[in-house]
């Protein structure tokens, strides 16, 4: 079993920059491939970014490339995603979730039922 502990969510001005992270429990982290979801109020949980086991490649919703940066440390089973140039519709529920086949299958996928693992989500909220 895999814990994935979402932080860093808050209050930010429209322009501004937030820098979540996740951590996750478990010897098995860098075979994982990981992902950040967000859901906001109303609507359905959305893929935003994701990240291969070993770091070297990366996947990003249209909505979101050239603003957000996702990565990993191995060493420490985390996974980052820094956000930049943020927008009001950036508001949502971010999730943090793990693909435990990710090293096993390759590459990144963008869909909720490719991952296993979800943490408990923590809020962003961008004013204008």
């Known amino acids: 079993q895999v814990q994935l502990v979402e932080s860093g969510g808050g209050l930010v001005q429209a322009g501004g920059s937030l820098r979540l992270s996740c951590a996750a429990s478990?010897?098995?982290?860098?075979?994982?491939?990981m992902g950040w979801f967000r859901q906001a109020p109303g609507k359905e949980r959305e893929f935003v970014a994701g990240i291969n086991w070993s770091g070297t490649t990366t996947y990003y919703a249209d909505s979101v490339k050239g603003r957000f940066t996702i990565s990993r440390d191995n060493a420490k089973n985390t996974v980052t995603l820094q956000m930049n140039s943020l927008k009001p519709e950036d508001t949502a529920v971010y999730y943090c979730?793990?693909?435990?086949?990710?090293?096993?299958?390759?590459?990144?996928?963008?869909?909720?039922?490719?991952?296993?693992?979800w943490g408990q989500g923590t809020q962003v909220t961008v004013s204008s």
């Open positions: 478990g010897r098995s982290f860098s075979t994982y491939a």
């Open positions: 979730a793990a693909d435990p086949r990710g090293r096993t299958r390759g590459g990144v996928r963008g869909r909720e039922r490719d991952y296993d693992y």
